[in-house]
């Protein structure tokens, strides 16, 4: 069973980082809405205050696809 207080934290951290970071989560909503098809690269960089890069990729698989419509659910097709 699903935690009402825990899902209200969760949309409270969303709404704050939206607000934080508005072109990103602009971006990522895009994405969402032009969907994510099997076989699409995900690629993330992270680079630290020191300068340096972390990248890394990942290949879109059918079980993720589920995956991903389930968090699009969650956060409300928002």
Avoid: C, W, Y
């Amino acid at each position: 069973m699903v935690n009402p207080g825990a899902i209200m934290k969760l949309m409270s951290a969303k709404n704050q980082f939206v607000n934080t970071h508005p072109k990103f989560a602009s971006f990522f909503k895009t994405v969402v809405q032009q969907g994510i098809q099997e076989g699409s690269v995900i690629e993330i960089t992270v680079t630290g205050p020191d300068g340096t890069p972390v990248t890394g990729n990942m290949r879109v698989q059918a079980s993720d696809l589920q995956l991903f419509e389930e968090l699009k659910n969650l956060a409300g097709n928002q």
